[in-house]
């Protein structure tokens, strides 16, 4: 038992890094990809709130290994070949995209709309707004289910 765990150690140890790489690489990829798709399904334009709706519904709505599938054995046949952990880097970035979409968004709901309309009687535009007062106010609600998203994409890395 102890002879195949050593001859399997180096490969472990690969398994290790990519699954590191994999897991906080798309999850922070996947954050800022997020924190726009949250914006746009608060946003005052319809269009947007619309594509931003469509797009959390399907990858929300769709196992993430058929994304991985579809991604690495379908976008070839457009002619895009990607290497496989970009593919799944892209794969999972996307699934996270999604969901943390919702964590954003639902932080950015429990900020009270008093400290939007106390900032914008200051004269603040809206991206001082969100940077200074909505963002570090949302985070702190966000934050915990991130937490939480975080984990569950570090196991998900092994359908990759």
């Known amino acids: 038992m102890i002879d195949l765990f050593l001859r399997a150690a180096p490969m472990l140890a690969e398994a290790v890094w990519i699954t590191l790489f994999l897991g906080l690489g798309s999850f922070t990829l ?3 990809l997020g924190l726009v798709i949250a914006l746009a399904r608060i946003s005052s334009l319809r269009v947007l709130r619309w594509l931003a709706f469509a797009y959390v519904s399907i990858f929300r709505g769709t196992p993430l290994l058929i994304q991985l599938l579809l991604i690495y054995f379908g976008l070839p046949v457009y002619g895009i070949v990607i290497d496989p952990l970009s593919a799944s880097l892209l794969a999972l970035t996307l699934f996270a995209a999604a969901y943390l979409s919702e964590n954003f968004r639902s932080g950015i709901s429990a900020v009270d709309r008093g400290q939007w309309e106390a900032a914008w009687s200051m004269g603040m535009p809206y991206v001082t707004v969100l940077r200074r007062i909505i963002l570090p106010q949302a985070l ?7 937490g939480s998203r975080l984990v569950a994409l570090m196991k998900d890395t092994s359908l990759a």
């Open 30 to 32: 996947g954050c800022v």
């Open 140 to 146: 702190r609600v966000a934050v915990p289910p991130m």
